[in-house]
């Protein structure tokens, strides 16, 4: 089951997991959404892999994910949904994010993904994705959501990723590399056991 509340990253997560073989389940929509006041990024992933889990007796596979910008001392980081305030939308935290950005010359940062799949019994499995870039000047293309106008991968020649197709940005995505590594280390239990 997909453990994001949010459309836009369920989204991403499914056709990645699809991409490499899983069937995903929608998040039931009476799950009530689940307080993320976890201190990294892992504990917010275990809280909404759990919380799923256990109201659904289902495997659940969530992903939280932080924008670390140098010059920020790697903030908005975990706070990256809050950055402009509890109810910031996604113009709202790119704009503070560019605003913070006027006075640093250094712009330096890396999208951070961390993905937990849980079973109701606890038992999980933990992976990582990283990628590196820049922070550009002034918002470009119409693709992804959140922070992805803003943000130039090193590897993505020139583009922002919402400058990019879903293939072209999951291909190097943080999303990508820590579903993928997943779906490695599952790859590598015995599923039936679980
Ligand atoms: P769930 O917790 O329900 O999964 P969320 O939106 O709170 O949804 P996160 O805490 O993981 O998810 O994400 C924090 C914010 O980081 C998110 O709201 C976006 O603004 C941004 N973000 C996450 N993934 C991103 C991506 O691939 N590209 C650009 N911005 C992203």
Known sequence: MLASANPDKAREMRYVLEEIGFEMVERPPEVPEVEEDG????????????ALAEATGLPAIADDTGLEVDALGRA???????????????????????????????????????????WPDGREVVAEGVVGGTITHEPRGENGFG????????????????????AEKHAISHRGRSLRALAEKLSELDLTSL
């Open 39 to 50: 201190a990294t990024l892992e504990e917010n992933a275990r809280l909404k892999a759990k």
């Open 147 to 166: 922070y992805d106008p803003v943000f130039v991968p090193d590897e993505g020649e020139g583009k922002t990723f919402a400058e990019m197709e879903r």
């Open 76 to 118: 908005p980081g975990v706070r990256s949904a809050r950055y402009a305030g509890e109810s910031a939308t996604y113009e709202d935290n790119v704009e503070k994010l560019l605003d913070e950005m006027e006075r640093h010359p250094d712009r330096r940062a890396r999208f951070r993904s961390v993905t937990i799949a849980r």
